[in-house]
């Protein structure tokens, strides 16, 4: 081979090497140069919310802590156990241990207070009520060791009230000599059935009866007051009071006989004594 032609085949054989190394880099920046730019991808924290309670059940459960007496879970009920002549018995019934108040007040329960012994689950209380007719309004108030409360409905009472009505049915009046005459009184009210200046030697009155009237807080009896008259001429009319005691009966009917003798004058008696309650 001479020494030309071997000089052109080690050049022919370079630019061979050379154009294949250039292929090749353009191959490798063709399709996969976009993808080397972009590098990875980042998904933030927040897009994936961590796992917790929706909001409305953390409203709810501030809520509940907070209502009235018929979502506490405490309850309380009171009723009149027992009206008396003096007062009124109340008593109350809690589905758990309570401090409990009475609050009462006409028209309404309010303006006063009474504290029931406790904290406990049921208790009573007797509201005196000894110089008053009117109905009172009350209520139960009370409050658990933590904090919770409840309330009752609201009671209307009064004290139970006696009245009392007296009658005369038959009066008649000894007059040995003379004239003469009678009065009575009771709570109050004054009647004058015989005389005075009648002649004897009797004198008979109509039945009568006085007004009812309430008794007081446990009254039990009354007076029945008489008051004589008696003049024998020339004398002046002279007169005399005498207090009869009258037994009351709680309840119901009674029937007195009685005689009662004052400055010459003898009174013959028959009562009968009606108390009701109400």
Known sequence: ???????????????????????????????????????????????????????????????????????????????????????????????????????????????????FPGPAAEGSMKLVLATTTRTVSMRVTGQTPDGRTATSGTLNARRLVRRVVLEVQQLTLDIPNGTGGIATGFRGTT??????????PQARSEPYAFPSSVLGAGERSGTLALRFFHQVQPNPTRTQVVNLAVSLPRSGQSTLNRNVSAIGLTAHLRLRVTVTAS
């Not at 050049?11 to 399709?31: D, F, Q, S, W, Y």
């Not at 990875?40 to 927040?46: L, N, Q, S, V």
């Not at 008593?91 to 409990?100: D, F, L, T, W």
């Open 1 to 115: 081979m001479s020494r030309r032609l071997l000089i052109v085949l080690v050049v022919l054989g370079v630019l061979a090497t050379g154009g294949g190394v250039a292929a090749g880099l353009l191959m490798a920046r063709g399709p996969g140069g976009d993808q080397a730019v972009a590098g990875p991808t980042t998904i933030p924290e927040t897009s994936v919310p961590p796992t917790s309670e929706p909001p409305s059940s953390t409203s709810s459960t501030s809520t509940s802590s907070s209502t009235t007496s018929t979502t506490t879970g405490v309850s309380v009920q009171a009723r009149v156990a027992q009206r008396l002549s003096d007062g009124v018995v109340v008593r109350y019934q809690a589905s758990e241990p309570i401090s409990a108040v009475l609050q009462w007040g006409f028209g309404g329960p309010t303006g006063n207070q009474l504290q």
């Open 191 to 200: 009647f004058t059935p015989l005389g005075p200046g009648l002649d004897g």
